[in-house]
């Protein structure tokens, strides 16, 4: 046994792919000589993967020169197709021992074992051990073909003639068994230990490897490389808390761009750098993606996170004079910075209601209009749920931010960074003094944006981004634009889950399935507003267009309820992911709830009934009168007749159930879930009692309705929080 070092030198990879081609390397690497009984599995804890702007590199400790040899059974045919009445072999048998590399002689060796259905016969082989050559050049090829590459490149070999495809040049291919060369090929290339440090800072421009253990030091000293992209990202981490603090500032958090500029650089050297502080005037959202975006800057925020003239730029040099460096980084940002400020003065000199007729011109979807008709029924379906919420005052801001929402599409800023929608859109409107609430509910009406993400901060933020939202659903989902399979190019799972958690997390009083009604209401509305004389109506367009211009939308008559049960299976897996039970979460969702608001306060109340003693016995009875109930043709009577009870446990249920329903009942209206389920455990007795003793399919029908009535009303009372059957084993 030795350590293993494998190396590929190529040209600069894609940085944003860097981490995900290094990982998948030397994974594969591994799962490939792991199969060859190259290595043991536990090593894998001790496997380092290597990836810089220009190599992939895997070393694995205490891999064999050569897998040991073992027998292996290998399964010829059934008995009495490879042997004949005489037990001689059969021409088939004899063909497959041949092809083993046996002859008919091997017969006698021939075990004869029973599969379950037929004797089989099987021939125990020494199969000979993978040698480290043959294993690491098949590893070598199923790692290259299975990386994850995003854009594959082709190039010409050195022999003028040949060409492979890869995801970028590859120079170089270094495999060292301890100080042993593993002669393997690659891309056109013959391995051998011999690889490049930093193009420009490396002592020596080749670097002999002495061994796979010497591979990180030799690099980082000879080649000035940090070989480890957590190491190197660690190292950037590092210098830049380091240079923002003597500064007394602090650098923006941002996982994605540390790990970019990881990836571009081979020895990080962070430098302070700065711009004019008249370009603080324009939104530091503006200025903050712009330095991100596009020039991988660090920008420095002061103790309040505001946005400072400071910046951290991450360098792949250390000239021992910075200023060189730092100054063409500084003369680079400033026409962009210029740019964004250019964009944000032209910007204010529009208010944002006169832009709304420039989405007319902003295609949505060639079955759903532009996103100016969109506006309009975003428009309707908020004025709605902000009347039911909160009268005409809220319904009338709510309208006013759903019309202005959208308008900031078209300006020159949005244009230029698509990931300032909304954010903008609130800065114009806080520059034309509209209300606080509608210009923050223009930036909120897209949030949540993504998973844990912030909801609105206020009221007519979450009425317009609960507009927005079931608008794209209901639309998209009426003309057939279902998410299926892991497509989803509208992203409607984003937007369900969106609606779910303003539902759960504002306990709003409304219903799931009135604001799917008002959604669908608002676009039928829009859809046949030409046609209409309602003067209500038509004020919704204002003086932007023509409502007969308004394009017509034929939305499926099915959509509310394949809405609904997409958005019940979208909150049944997002309570799964939070941490309840499948069962619990089944118990509620089962009763499909209106309210999601309550659905926190059910769970709970179900998690403690289940640690009850009495609940798997009820949970069990429950499931027990379900299937009873199912079984009956027609309406089972609502009412009991205390006449035709005569078993004592038929009447000490119906006793049971009249003092303990009200009970359940109060407290299940006042909000405490919890208390009214456990106010069932007092029903465990007589319920057991009546199943023991009480024949409920009686031959007199009078006598069987009645107890059906007396069932379908224990089955009302325990299924008012959750369906308990769904907690019965």
Not at 217 to 235: H, M, N, T
Not at 291 to 309: G, I, R
Not at 499 to 524: C, K
Request: charged share 25%; glycine share 6%.
């Amino acid at each position: 046994m030795s350590n293993l070092l494998v190396e590929l030198l190529v040209e600069e990879l894609p940085p944003k792919a860097l981490k995900s081609l290094g990982d998948a390397f030397s994974n594969v690497f591994f799962n490939q000589l792991e199969h060859f009984g190259l290595v043991l599995r536990a090593e894998i804890i001790n496997v380092k993967s290597f990836a810089t702007p220009r190599r992939l590199a895997v070393f694995i400790p205490n891999v064999m020169s050569k897998a040991i040899d073992k027998q292996v059974a290998q399964k010829l045919m059934p008995a009495s197709v490879g042997l004949d009445a005489n037990g001689k072999a059969t021409p088939a048998l004899v063909k497959r021992l041949q092809a083993l590399g046996a002859d008919e002689s091997a017969v006698a060796k021939l075990r004869k074992e029973n599969d379950g259905k037929a004797d089989v016969l099987f021939f125990d082989v020494m199969q000979t051990g993978a040698t480290l050559q043959e294993g690491l050049q098949k590893a070598l090829d199923e790692a290259l073909a299975k990386l994850p590459i995003p854009k594959v490149m082709t190039y010409q070999l050195a022999d003028g003639w040949s060409s492979v495809n890869f995801v970028r040049p590859a120079h170089g291919l270094v495999a060292l068994h301890g100080s042993e060369i593993v002669p393997i090929t690659a891309l056109g290339l013959a391995s051998g230990n011999m690889t490049q440090g930093h193009r420009f800072e490396a002592a020596k421009p080749i670097i002999t490897l002495k061994n796979a253990d010497s591979y990180a030091e030799q690099l980082k000293i000879e080649g000035a490389v940090i070989a480890s992209f957590a190491e190197r990202r660690a190292e950037i981490e590092r210098q830049l808390n380091a240079a923002a603090a003597k500064e007394n500032l602090k650098p923006i958090a941002d996982e994605a761009l540390l790990d970019e500029v990881t990836a571009l650089v081979e020895r990080p050297n962070v430098l302070l750098g700065q711009f004019e502080e008249i370009y603080l005037e324009v939104p530091q959202e503006c200025l903050i993606l712009t330095m991100k975006a596009n020039q991988k800057y660090f920008p420095l925020l002061d103790a309040n996170n505001k946005l400072t003239n400071k910046f951290l730029i991450v360098s792949n040099i250390s000239p021992k004079d910075p200023s060189a460096v730092i100054q063409g980084n500084e003369r680079v940002v400033r026409p962009r910075l210029a740019d964004a400020k250019f964009f944000f003065d032209q910007d204010r000199k529009k208010t944002l209601e006169s832009r709304i007729a420039g989405l007319d011109k902003v295609v949505y979807h060639n079955k759903l209009g532009s996103q100016g008709e969109r506006t309009q029924r975003v428009r309707a379906i908020a004025k709605a749920i902000g009347q039911q919420l909160g009268g005409d005052t809220l319904a009338a801001k709510a309208d006013q931010a759903a019309m202005l929402a959208k308008a900031d599409l078209v300006t020159d800023m949005v244009g230029e960074f698509p990931e300032l929608q909304g954010i903008m859109g609130r800065y114009y409107a806080q520059h034309e003094k509209l209300d606080d609430d509608v210009a923050y509910a223009i930036e909120d009406h897209y949030k949540p944006r993504f998973a844990g993400d912030e909801l609105p901060r206020n009221e007519v933020g979450v009425v317009v981004a609960l507009a927005d939202k079931l608008e794209t659903l209901v639309g998209l989902f009426g003309i057939g634009e279902k998410p299926t399979g892991d497509k989803d190019p509208f992203a409607l799972r984003r937007h369900a889950l969106g609606v779910i958690r303003i539902l759960l997390e504002s306990n709003l009083s409304v219903d799931i399935d009135q604001l799917v009604a008002m959604a669908r209401h608002g676009i039928d509305t829009m859809a046949t507003l030409g046609e209409e004389e309602d003067s209500n109506s038509l004020t919704l367009w204002g003086t932007a267009r023509d409502s007969s211009d308004m394009q017509s939308i034929q939305l499926n008559p099915n959509t509310k309820q394949n809405l609904l049960d997409f958005i019940f299976e979208r909150l049944t897996n997002n309570l799964q992911e939070q941490g309840f039970s499948v069962h619990e979460v089944e118990a509620i969702i089962a009763l499909r709830p209106r309210r999601l608001g309550y659905i926190p306060k059910r769970l709970e109340a179900v998690r403690e009934f289940a640690k009850l003693p009495e609940a798997p016995a009820l949970a069990a009875a429950n499931k027990r009168v379900g299937n009873i109930l199912k079984k009956v043709e027609g309406e089972v009577k609502a009412e009991v007749n205390a006449s035709l009870l005569q078993e004592p446990a038929e009447k000490a249920l119906a006793a049971a159930l009249g003092n303990v329903k009200p009970q359940a009942d109060k407290l299940f209206e006042s909000g405490d879930y919890t208390a009214s389920l456990q106010a069932l455990a007092a029903l465990k007795a007589p319920v057991d009692d009546f199943f023991d003793n009480v024949m409920v399919n009686a031959e007199d029908v009078d006598l069987k309705n009645n107890r059906l009535a007396l069932l379908n009303q224990l089955h009302q009372a325990m299924n008012r929080v959750a369906d308990l059957s769904k907690l019965a084993n």
